[in-house]
């Protein structure tokens, strides 16, 4: 499983989407989760809609309780953890479609590459 925390406000946040999205379509094998942290579902949409994003495993932390728990300081934050719920990466920052994809095969040895 893949956890994205991000918000629409963050800039890097906002460029890696397509790249992330894109990925989560080319590999249904992973389950790719993104986390909005501290906004409203309507602030979310309008951003979906106007990027033309299309994402699924949309959840919302309204109180950022997420990123309390596993520590996160800065977003995008970008959590790998294996089949039995370990954390096996982390990544702090901005992914392109490139650099997303060498991170899941770092992350997960066994996937194909998108």
């Known amino acids: ?29 992973i ?6 942290q501290g906004e409203s579902p309507e602030v979310v949409q309008e951003f979906l809609a106007e990027t ?5 495993n949309l959840m919302f932390d309204d ?3 997420l990123v309390r728990a596993v520590g996160v300081k800065a977003y995008p934050a970008t959590l790998f953890y294996d089949a039995l719920g ?19 095969r770092a992350a997960f040895p066994t996937i194909s590459g998108g």
Do not use: D, I
């Not at 033309?52 to 699924?56: C, E, M, S």
């Open 1 to 29: 499983m893949v956890v994205n925390l991000w918000a629409t406000w963050c800039p890097p946040c906002r460029a890696e989407m397509p790249a992330l999205a894109q990925a989560q379509k080319e590999h249904p094998e």
């Open 31 to 36: 389950n790719v989760v993104f986390v909005n």
């Open 52 to 56: 033309r994003v299309h994402v699924r």
């Open 63 to 65: 109180h950022q309780l």
């Open 86 to 104: 370990r954390l096996v990466k982390s990544h702090y920052g901005g992914f392109s479609r490139t650099t997303f994809e060498e991170a899941l």
